[in-house]
């Protein structure tokens, strides 16, 4: 178990596959271009989920910003998403008494929502 900021965080097998995923194709484009890889789009990617993973989330995972409203209807109200950029979200849940966040998936190409 990783602990960041006083919280657990815990990982979804399908966030670990993207994650997977992502860091194998960022790694491709380091290889073949050591020093233009961190403009790759899936560098970037990675990067910033992993700081918002493993800082800005826990650092306050009840943030206003990160909360949905009905946009998923009120059943999936605790679910929170933080952005990353227009285009994707980080899913994730949490729970202040056992200081845990669960970060679930994120949508990718295939999840993404169209604007309106």
Same mark, same amino acid.
């Given at each position: 178990? +990783?602990?960041?900021?006083?919280?657990?965080? !815990? @990982?979804?097998?399908?966030? +670990?596959?993207? !994650?997977?995923? !992502?860091?194998?194709?960022?790694?491709?484009?380091?290889?073949?271009?050591?020093e233009r890889y961190e403009s790759n789009a899936n560098t970037k990617l990675f990067a910033a989920l992993a700081n918002l993973i493993f800082e800005t989330v826990p650092g306050d995972p009840n943030r206003e910003e990160y909360r949905q409203g009905n946009t998923m209807g009120p059943g999936f109200r605790h679910w929170r998403r933080a952005k990353i950029g227009r285009r994707f979200r980080l899913f994730f849940r @949490?729970?202040?008494?056992t200081r845990i966040i669960i970060f679930a998936w994120v949508n990718d190409e295939n999840t993404l929502r169209s604007a309106d």
């Open positions: 178990m +990783i602990q960041r900021h006083g919280w657990n965080l !815990l @990982f979804h097998d399908c966030l +670990i596959a993207q !994650l997977q995923k !992502l860091d194998a194709a960022a790694a491709r484009v380091r290889a073949q271009d050591p @949490f729970d202040s008494k």
